[in-house]
């Protein structure tokens, strides 16, 4: 069965910080890869996505995520983080299906 | 904003009592997915439509069902309700390809059960 692990339940950075969310997944044929953040009191919003092709990633708000097959990972970046940042983080994965297998989320607190 | 409503917005029924939520897929999507989403946990699937047919379940028991009408807006309707089911229900919405799809969500209902 595919499933996701979200290593870090709780980060708390300082403005201008870097960031690296991890996420592993299990699932021993071809994925669709994804990174959701959901900011207080507002929707999950696509982050970015892998499907196929350049392995690093590069999404919406200065956010990059490296996929590496060898080690079924898919870890969130970014080199600078803002107050508005602060959000809870999910990575998601879909196998040969449309069903989407979340992990248990990245609660992400930044101070000014 | 994705262009995925959902209603309603906020529901408080009791244990036992059944609840219809409600879904606006995105216009062009002909595919709706539910989730729930307890306190703390990321989402789980419960189950997708596709041209109003079922197309892929959760773990969720029976008591759980669907509807996609041909509009691809949809309902989700939960009987017996049980204290657990108290969750933040999420609807996504996206075009069937066969694999490479991009799932968008709306609000979510944040049902609570007493």
């Known amino acids: 069965a595919q499933s996701v692990s979200q290593h870090n339940h709780h980060v708390i950075l300082s403005e201008a910080a870097s960031l690296e969310l991890g996420c592993n997944y299990s699932?021993?044929?071809?994925?669709?890869l994804f990174w959701y953040v959901q900011y207080p009191g507002q929707h999950l919003q696509l982050l970015l996505k892998?499907?196929?092709?350049?392995?690093l990633v590069k999404g919406i708000k200065g956010f990059e995520a490296e996929f590496i097959k060898s080690k079924f990972s898919f870890n969130l970046r970014k080199p600078s983080v803002q107050w508005s940042d602060t959000a809870e983080y999910f990575c998601a994965v879909n196998g040969n299906t449309d069903k989407l297998i979340f992990g248990t989320g990245t609660r992400l607190q930044v101070f000014p | 904003e994705t262009g995925v409503t959902q209603s309603p917005t906020h529901l408080i029924k009791t244990r036992g009592q059944q609840v219809t939520l409600r879904c606006s897929s995105q216009s062009g999507h002909n595919t709706v997915s539910w989730y729930q989403q307890a306190l703390g946990q990321g989402p789980q699937f419960i189950f997708q439509y596709y041209r109003e047919e079922e197309n892929g379940r959760g773990n969720f028991p029976p008591r759980f069902s669907g509807l996609q009408f041909p509009n691809y807006s949809s309902e989700l309707n939960v009987n017996a309700l049980e204290l657990d089911d108290s969750a933040l229900y999420l609807c996504a919405s996206s075009t069937w390809t066969g694999g490479d799809e991009t799932q968008y969500f709306g609000p979510g209902t944040r049902l609570l059960v007493l």
């Open positions: 892998y499907f196929s092709g350049d392995p």
């Open positions: 699932y021993g044929g071809t994925v669709n």
